[in-house]
């Protein structure tokens, strides 16, 4: 054989077995694209809309059924107001905390469990108790948590250095330095817990309005958690990437954007404790947090109306009137009301208001992150050294934030089919371009990216996935940049206009969490109420 | 150069090629085998290159006692390769079940393929140092070794694993090695003394692994079988297990995930330790529970009481329970139990069906496996335990196969310090079962019953007020020596314990 020639076989063949590999791994994988209506949303922005064809009287209109919408509605029912509508986009109630089903078991598509509540947060540990979590009684000296609901064990793991490690802290293959400086950032971070300002108040408390106005505290705002850590010679790159998962992973907003007071403030704000739990448990259910906020609907179904586009809110005299377009019957429509909660975040609401100022104020204010949450189900998959399946499985310096085994609380044996939920919060660019990369993206590519990431740790992942499921949120959730917490601007916009339009929403509590939308809800239904009781 | 000359030189260098392909395919299959059978891939990997790199060297320092013949002795290392190599995998999935010498045969696989491969290049160099100029030679031979080793890399596990598997990766190019020793000796006949041996040597090779890569799958089986002692009567695989039984002339055993069950040369001793405490300290139970258990075994025990009216066996898989209650020996073994009217057999989870129970019963036999992962672990966890108390009638007794209080000290005493941590009362008890070693049983009780042992069936092969009493005491070393956490399905503290003590106790 002629020297080129063999060597140009040897080309030849070297291609042809890796083009017989890509055929191999050429699997085509279902599923599809979900999005959060953002078609029917942007109507909103785009569309003229005609005259409504029908008007109705109402006391009390809220817009968006989110956790926000949901907690306000439930207050109100519960004060014993009836005639209320809730609006809302979606075909289901629920917002962030949306879930679906399948034969294996419910799943979620967003929020996905809750921190054991903070135990000063009475309203929220009743409702807690009204949904069977906490299962003691009030009198009780710490509360009882479900067993069932409690994350079981093993609950985290690490893919690091080549291996499994327990535990989302890194630890295995990690240099005494670094270890050193993780550890003294715990210790800060307990420290932070514990701390109370002049003013007597937690430091940082939740809801985090209650957190003190000591200054010591309140400057944190004005710089981002990397300044800080930086300032504080915390430089380890597996502390930094740690502290960076963690901002992502709760706020969808990386560490060298976010406040250091909301950075901080995961870290030092959880101080729940049970007979059976502690500030570092949590609370999970297979449809993640739609478990409990399928409690909060349990009564109001009569008031909801899905797929409802609210496009515009006037103030008359002695009323709102509230113009939505109905999806299902492809008309407009009008609502009198005398009160109304805005449930629905800042960019929308100034749309709804028309309100030019609103949207300037928001424009230049605030910037809400776009995500893509995936559920795979999937067979059995092959596995690398370390901890088995946990309930969170995260990837050291992947672009995602790893899964969620929605089987986990299952305690049946021998489970061979799983639901998945993969997280990934869009932050390698502008809100604006991931947004727009993001709705541009077939299903093939988004299977494609979660694989390749995936693929890192179970090798058989492609044979085994049966189906891929995404949802882009265009606007998860909003960014706790700096001077968000400790400035004017959320004041600003959440304050209720002619004591009749009030605003519930987490971007104005400043911090994505249940907690923060339940008691958002909570105090715009407690203003609706006096307005209400005084007109009446 | 003639031309003559230029062709001999293109064949020794494809052999070159074909042998560093090879010899990098022989070390990635011992690393990939080594990554299976023995784990943590990191390790694995890093020592095989290792001594694989070092061997070659050795073969390189041997190769200046080869004096004579070299084209000779390149064509024997050349079939030597393909033998040892060829056959690398299949051997060593054949020995891993004699754990300890496995190691050692895989690093002398390694050792030998490397020394053959490092023996190899220096002796071509010399083949053709008086027939090309000593740079073009270095340059030729080193880019066809780069180059087959990018090959093998590549194809490795692009296309071999994937399609081929490991036994007949290694055949395959095993059958490669000799085919090419083969050619060499034909081609080169008249410049070698005693071709024709070499030539038979190569086509007895050739044949033998043809034959080894079309049965390579009853190699496989056949690796299997050998992880067990005894002849495998039945072996299949259901969705939840793997099911296996065995038999030597005095026994049959069964194996669940490789673990042993039972074996008929003792189980009795097992099963009657299992039920008869309970059983006999309860007024004419009635209403019976077992969970796990779809031997049936616990179930011939327990039918000895004529008081019994109902027994309910909750087994998760129905392969099992079909199994019990049809293949003659072990219809014969249980006196089938699982047959009698008596009994109703529910193929369902024990975790949830106990969930949705809504009846008493005077006794609970609950026979699960080992808590040797985190599945299994929540059966041995409170919420579990709370179920099963609710299930209990107030003078009701359960009874817990709890694992072996010698091995496993903590273990054992977590299950007890957990089933006391939902408020029942609880004894435990052991006795030795030759097959398994000393093992434990936990009763619970809602309250302590009064008349302890007072009825025991006749006639008991193990079990009389004598050797119960001898069980109800546990000497030093099957105690635990410390405060134990109570199992919990958010903390998973059993299967924590139980690893550390069972991990240590087979690593002897």
């Known amino acids: 054989m002629q020297r080129r020639s063999f060597i140009q076989s040897i080309a030849g063949l070297t291609v042809v077995s890796s083009f017989i590999a890509s055929c191999h791994r050429q699997r085509v994988i279902g599923g599809s694209v979900i999005g959060a209506s953002a078609h029917t949303g942007h109507l909103l922005r785009d569309k003229k809309f005609a005259a409504p064809v029908s008007t109705t009287e109402h006391a009390v209109v809220i817009v968006g059924g989110g956790v926000s919408g949901l907690s306000a509605a439930r207050h109100l029912h519960r004060q014993g107001i009836r005639d209320i509508v809730i ?160 901002t992502r992973d709760d706020f969808g907003t990386p560490y060298d954007e976010i406040s250091a007071w909301v950075g901080i403030h995961y870290f030092a704000s959880r101080k729940g404790k049970g007979s059976n739990a502690d500030h570092h448990d949590v609370l999970t259910w297979p449809e993640g947090n739609g478990w409990l906020a399928a409690h909060l609907k349990k009564e109001l179904q009569p008031y909801f109306h899905n797929q409802a586009l609210v496009t515009r809110i006037l103030q008359e005299n002695d009323r709102l009137t509230v113009d939505y377009f109905d999806v299902k019957e492809s008309r407009l429509k009008r609502i009198n009301a005398q009160q109304c909660i805005l449930a629905v975040p800042q960019f929308v609401a100034g749309r709804i208001l028309q309100d030019e100022a609103r949207i300037q104020r928001v424009h230049q204010h605030m910037q809400y992150s776009p995500w893509m949450v995936a559920n795979i189900r999937t067979k059995e998959l092959t596995e690398r050294t370390g901890p088995p399946l946990s309930w969170d499985n995260v990837l050291y310096n992947s672009p995602s934030l790893g899964y969620v085994d929605a089987t986990h609380q299952d305690i049946r044996q021998g489970i061979h089919l799983r639901n998945l939920t993969y997280y990934r919060p869009l932050t390698d660019h502008t809100p604006v371009e991931e947004r727009k990369a993001a709705l541009e993206r077939t299903h093939a590519e988004w299977v494609k990216l979660i694989v390749d990431d995936l693929e890192k740790v179970h090798a058989n992942i492609t044979d085994a996935i049966e189906e891929v499921n995404v949802m882009i949120w265009g606007h998860a959730m909003a960014k706790p940049l700096p001077g968000m917490i400790h400035g004017t601007i959320r004041q600003e916009l959440a304050a209720s206009v002619n004591n009749r339009l009030h605003f519930a929403h987490t971007d104005l509590a400043g911090n994505s969490i249940f907690e923060e939308a339940f008691y958002q809800g909570l105090s715009a239904a407690k203003k609706v109420m006096t307005h209400l009781s005084r007109t009446i | ?99 300890a010498s496995f190691r050692i045969i895989l690093y002398t696989i390694v050792l030998i393929t490397g020394v053959l491969v490092g023996l190899e290049i220096p002796l071509l160099m010399r083949i053709l140092e008086k027939k090309v100029a000593f740079k073009e030679l270095v340059s030729r031979v080193f880019t066809f070794d780069y180059i087959g080793a990018l090959l093998a890399s590549l194809i490795f596990p692009l296309l071999l694993v994937p399609h081929l598997g490991l036994i007949r990766t290694s055949l395959f190019f095993g059958i490669l090695n000799v085919g090419v020793g083969w050619y060499l000796a034909h081609h080169f006949s008249k410049e070698i003394r005693q071709v024709v041996l070499l030539k038979t040597a190569a086509i007895t090779l050739l044949l033998a692994q043809l034959v080894c890569f079309v049965f390579s799958e009853s190699i496989m089986s056949y690796s299997e079988t050998m992880t067990y002692d005894d002849n495998v009567v039945y072996a299949t695989s259901t969705p939840y297990q793997r099911i296996v039984l065995t038999k030597n002339k005095h026994e049959l055993r069964l194996f669940l995930n490789g673990n042993l069950q039972f074996s008929t040369a003792d189980e009795y001793r097992y099963h009657e330790a299992l039920v008869h405490p309970a059983f006999s300290s309860l007024n004419q139970p009635e209403q019976v529970l077992v969970l796990g258990g779809g031997d049936g075994l616990a179930v011939r ?109 903590k273990s054992f005493w977590c299950v007890d310090t957990t089933l006391r941590s939902v408020g029942l009362h609880t004894i435990a008890y052991h006795n030795y079962v030759p097959s398994f070693g000393e093992w434990g049983y936990i009763m619970a009780t809602p309250s302590a019953p009064h008349h302890w042992f007072s009825h025991l069936p006749s006639p008991l092969k193990f079990l009389n007020p004598t050797t119960l009493q001898l069980m109800l005491t546990f000497p030093e070393d099957m105690k635990a020596h410390q405060l134990l956490d109570i199992n919990k399905l958010n903390n998973q503290a059993l299967v924590k314990y139980f690893e550390e003590e069972w991990g240590k106790y087979l690593e002897h």
Not at chain 2, 303 to 314: A, E, F, M, N, R
């Open chain 2, 1 to 99: 150069m003639s031309k003559k000359e230029n062709g001999a030189q293109w064949l020794l260098l494809t052999a070159v090629f074909v042998i560093a392909t090879c010899g990098l395919i022989y070390e990635l299959v011992a690393g990939t085998l080594a990554s299976y059978l023995l784990g943590d891939s990191i390790t694995q990997f890093s020592t095989i290159i290792g001594v694989y790199l070092f061997s070659m060297g050795i073969g390189s320092f041997l190769s200046k006692y080869f004096n004579n013949n070299l084209l000779a002795w390149f064509i024997r290392i050349e079939l030597l390769v393909g033998l040892v190599g060829g056959f690398s995998s299949a051997l060593l999935f054949i020995v891993f079940p004699l754990a």
């Open chain 2, 301 to 409: 025990e327990i039918l000895k009481y004529p008081s019994v009216k109902q027994v309910t066996l909750v087994d998760l898989d129905p392969a099992m329970t079909k199994l019990f209650s049809h293949q003659e020996i072990l219809v014969r073994l249980n006196d089938s139990s699982l047959l009698n009217s008596k009994v109703h057999v529910h193929n369902a989870d024990a975790f949830t069906w106990l969930r949705s129970n809504k009846i008493l019963f005077d006794a609970i036999v609950v026979d699960f496996p080992d808590p040797s992962n985190f599945s299994i672990g929540k059966l041995y966890s409170t919420s579990f335990y709370q179920l099963l108390k609710r299930a209990l009638r107030p003078d009701g007794i359960a009874v817990i196969q709890s694992t072996s209080p010698y091995v496993a000290p």
């Open chain 1, 87 to 246: 609006l809302d986009l979606e075909k289901e109630m629920g917002g962030n905390a949306a879930c679906g089903k399948n034969d294996i078991s419910g799943y979620p598509w967003g929020a996905h469990y809750v921190p054991i509540p903070n135990n000063d947060l009475t309203e929220y540990t009743d409702f807690m108790r009204e949904c069977g979590v906490i299962t003691s009684d009030a009198s009780a000296p710490l509360p009882a948590y479900n067993d069932y609901y409690i994350c079981f064990d093993p609950e985290e793991r690490l893919y690091i250095n080549g291996q499994w490690q327990e535990g989302l802290i890194p630890q295995f293959g990690v240099p005494a330095g670094d270890k050193a400086q993780i550890q003294q950032f715990l210790d800060k971070m307990q420290s932070f817990r514990l701390a109370k300002g002049q003013d007597g108040k937690d430091a940082f408390a939740i809801p985090l309005d209650n957190s003190s106005k000591d200054p010591a505290f309140v400057q944190l705002d004005s710089l981002t958690m990397k300044q800080w850590l930086q300032q504080q010679g915390l430089t380890s790159s597996y502390l930094q990437w740690y502290v960076n998962y963690c």
